[in-house]
């Protein structure tokens, strides 16, 4: 697993700061040059502060743009430059509750734009980042000046938003335009009945809500990726859900079916929650069938190769995060493994997929 | 509520077809036509309708905005890339039956590009605002004239991001220089089989030995480049139409999965002698009768053989955005990035556009390489390639699907505004569109199998095939 947090030493009295570890010459105050290596760690020096770094290469951080917290000695590294996956977790806080839900939200919220902002001003040429939560939107209007912000010195970066979609109202749609090729909106729609969509999300009128703000985005042209994740709840109702996707979510990009996580509530709700696509994979078939009629775009995230019927291989991404990803020790002898998504680093043998069969 | 306008037809004296302008369409018993024209829709007809997406509440909800992105889809705008189709001779080594005025002798003199007429090609093409193209080579036979041909790849190669090349050849004659220009990846061929050994001399060739070096040549051309860069398609003479069953056996020999029927379009002073190529009964029997045979045999051989066009049809209902075939396409507006530049550097905006200005019947040139596209024929030919608004046509369910055809209609009839059910076009097409939609709803595990590997599919959603209460 990697690393996100370093241990870190610095002045205790520094206010925490954003800085990235130059490669090469510094190209402004907040690049740290490597001003000493030896065994007890890594010594830095920014235009600003010095700091060192514990247990960490210099190559392997080279690039990242880390946030160094003096008071916990600690530095987060906000975007690492090698990994396409780097997010932002906005707030903790959400107003729905998920079966799911692998982030448990909170109810305190930490602003942490000001350092959002100076972390994507560093962030590597042409960079993707994740916005994600708890619920990004709860404090939209710090978002959306975010976003202006960063856009307004970095026009080669763009962001992927994690949001439950409660929260757009018709005034955004001029916002949503100005921005729409370099937002891409992951919005997640678990059912097409709605008593069955509010009851996983924990939230009644979700759905109510969830449509209308749909219709907005496709007004903004806005990109979106509509995410479902696979439950024993919604399983079988999948084919359904997929010929509502074709019939009123069209301008979606794309719609990324998703295996669960088992860790926050998805951990607590396993048992109930977890649908072995291994062992029966004939819904979801279907309703990638439908999609593939419709020709409307369609991907697996989640999925053990090997759980996947070879038709449908080709749409399965190797989507977990480095971070969190595994292989089982069965995989070692498996030809797919480079292709294979894996599994999360918490995922568990005994409740899992019944049918894991190395190719 | 508000209902979209349903346009019907009936498929069989018990189920009509019905379908909105985005292409979504269902099927239905009278009775609910019945209801939907006194506007008496039932409770059930009206949430059937609603779920759908057939009807909305209120302008700029989810069904509304769904509606709107589907409809928009359905349109073809064209931009992005560019489909030429070139004659760099009209001389031809073969003397094909149904094929009089687009070919000269072998040794006649002035049907060939000249240098500068090459030169003037290669700049139109350069102007073209694309940077994808698609390059058809037709002729008489292109291979004569391979020098052209290699001087044009070598341009295009050079000036647009994506290129492909599809050679029209007879295949009667190849060489070293020939083959090594089929060795390039970007290269297609496409030929013609007409069926069995004697149905292919008949109709092409004349004479069994030259038959027999075409064979050999295309087995020949299979082992070198492999059978994915080349497709064949047999045309069809319909007063002695091969056997189906023939036909396919003839093109499985060499290990083609896909075919392509076409009916003889017999031009000017031909089609006199040839009255039943100007009725479509006689090709629309023997088109449906080709189809069930390959579906029984696809059932029976458990191998897949496609005929591309019902698969194509099959592709235009399911979904918007199939617009690879230029014949089928809505609007199909005629454009630079879209034309025929023949032998003599006249520009047409198609095939049949150029067969016509040959027989002298009309001139349909858009322009020539020389002075450039005619802005004033391309806006007077504009409207007749769109079927939104002709006045059978939105009546007609296969709208969203369909295309349109005004040069063929000038062909047959003298005249672009024949009620479109008495025109070649639409008669073929409601045959075609209706074939496929019985085959979508019929539930027989041997339509099945050849509908759901034409289409990609493991097997066919029942969601495709939604049913009004
Ligand atoms: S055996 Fe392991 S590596 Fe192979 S496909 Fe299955 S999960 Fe992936
Ligand atoms: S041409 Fe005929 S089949 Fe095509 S849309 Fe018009 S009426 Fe229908």
Redesign the interface.
């Known amino acids: 697993m990697i690393q996100l947090r370093l241990k870190s030493e610095c002045d205790r009295g520094l206010a925490p700061f954003v800085t990235r570890i130059a490669e090469g010459e510094p190209q402004c105050e907040e690049d740290a040059t490597l001003t000493l290596s030896e065994a007890g760690g890594l010594s830095y020096r920014t235009g600003l502060a010095t700091f060192r770094l514990r247990d960490v290469a210099p190559a392997e951080i080279a690039g990242d743009v880390l946030l160094i917290d003096p008071r916990r000695q600690i530095a987060h590294r906000l975007i690492r430059a090698a990994s396409p996956h780097n997010t932002f977790l906005i707030t903790e806080q959400c107003d729905q509750l998920c079966l799911m839900c692998s982030q448990p939200p909170k109810p305190q919220h930490q602003d942490m734009f000001a350092h959002f902002l100076a972390a994507a001003r560093l962030a590597p040429p042409g960079a993707q980042i994740g916005l994600s939560g708890g619920e990004p939107l709860l404090h939209k209007d710090a978002l959306f000046a975010f976003i202006d912000a960063v856009f307004a010195s970095r026009d080669d970066l763009s962001f992927h938003i994690l949001t439950n979609g409660q929260y757009f109202e018709r005034d955004d749609l001029a916002w949503l335009r100005k921005h729409r090729t370099r937002l891409l909106w992951g919005v997640p729609i678990y059912s097409d009945d709605p008593a069955t969509h509010d009851e996983i999300v924990g939230k009644s009128g979700a759905f109510a809500q969830l ?2 703000n ?2 907005l985005l ?2 903004a042209g806005a990109a979106l990726e509509l995410r479902t994740v696979v439950l024993a709840q919604n399983a079988l109702c999948l ?2 859900l ?2 509502f996707i074709t ?5 979606a990009a794309t719609w990324a079916i998703m295996q669960m996580e088992r860790i926050g509530y998805g951990r607590m709700n396993w048992t109930r929650c977890f649908f072995d696509s291994s062992i029966d994979f004939a819904s979801l ?2 309703a990638i ?2 999609m ?4 409307q775009g369609v991907t697996l995230y989640n999925f053990p190769l090997c759980t996947v ?1 070879r ?1 449908y291989r080709d749409l399965a991404a190797r989507s977990i995060s480095d971070w969190k990803q595994k292989y089982l020790p069965a995989c070692r002898a498996c030809s797919l493994r480079a292709s294979c998504a894996g599994f999360f680093e918490w995922y568990r043998e005994e409740d899992g997929f019944m049918e894991i069969r190395p190719q | 509520m508000q209902v979209w306008p349903l346009r019907f037809r009936d498929l069989d004296d018990r189920r009509t077809i019905l379908s909105d302008d985005s292409g979504a369409y269902f099927l239905a018993k009278s009775e609910f036509v019945g209801r939907y024209a006194r506007d008496a829709l039932s409770p059930s007809d009206e949430r059937f309708l609603l779920e759908k997406g057939h009807a909305f509440e209120r302008a700029g909800d989810l069904a509304h905005t769904g509606f709107l992105a589907r409809w928009s889809r359905r349109q073809y705008i064209g931009g992005g890339s560019a489909y030429i189709i070139l004659i760099p001779t009209l001389r031809c080594d073969l003397k094909c039956s149904y094929c009089q005025v687009s070919r000269a002798p072998l040794a006649s003199q002035g049907f060939d590009w000249d240098a500068e007429t090459l030169q003037k090609v290669l700049g139109f093409l350069d102007d073209l605002p694309v940077e994808e193209i698609q390059i058809e080579f037709q002729g008489g036979e292109p291979f004569l004239r391979l020098d052209l041909l290699e001087a044009v790849a070598a341009f295009a190669r050079r000036r647009f991001r994506r290129v492909r090349f599809v050679v029209c050849s007879n295949l009667q004659t190849l060489n070293e220089g020939i083959l090594a220009f089929l060795d390039s990846e970007d290269v297609l061929i496409s030929t013609s089989l007409d069926g069995p050994h004697q149905v292919h001399t008949r109709n092409r060739t004349g004479d069994t030995a030259l038959t027999e070096v075409f064979l050999s040549n295309l087995k020949q051309v299979i082992g070198r480049i492999g059978p994915g860069r080349i497709s064949a398609l047999p045309t069809i003479d319909i007063e002695e139409p091969p056997n189906p069953e023939d036909l396919i056996a003839a093109y499985e020999a060499f290990g083609f999965t896909s075919l392509y029927l076409r009916p003889v379009n017999y031009q000017g002073f031909a089609r006199k002698s040839h009255p039943e190529a100007r009725t479509s009964a006689a090709w629309n029997d023997y088109y449906r009768g080709f189809i069930e045979a390959l579906i029984a045999r696809n059932a029976r051989t458990g191998r897949v053989m496609e005929e591309f066009y019902m698969a194509h049809c099959l592709r235009r209902i399911l979904a918007p955005g199939m617009d690879s075939h230029t014949d089928l396409r809505n609007p199909n507006i005629p454009s630079g990035a879209n034309a025929v530049i023949d032998f003599d550097g006249q520009i047409y905006p198609s095939d049949e556009a150029r067969m016509l200005a040959r027989i002298r019947q009309v001139d349909l040139a858009i322009g020539n390489v020389s002075d450039g596209l005619d802005q004033e024929k391309l806006t007077l030919l504009a409207p007749g390639h769109i079927n939104n608004f002709d006045p059978d046509c939105i009546h007609c369910p296969y709208q969203p699907f369909c295309g349109t055809d005004p040069i063929d209609d000038l062909s047959r009839s003298g005249r672009i505004d024949v009620p479109r059910h008495e025109s070649w076009f639409c008669q073929r097409h409601l045959a075609v569109f209706d074939l496929a939609m019985e085959l979508l709803y019929r539930t027989d595990p041997e339509v099945e199998f050849s509908l759901s590997r034409w289409l990609g599919l493991e097997s066919i959603p029942e969601a495709l095939r939604p049913v009004a209460p």
Do not use: K
């Open positions: 449509a209308p749909l219709a496709g007004l084919p359904r997929a010929d019939r009123h979510l069209p301008f078939g279907a069938d439908l593939r009629a419709r020709r019927p038709a």
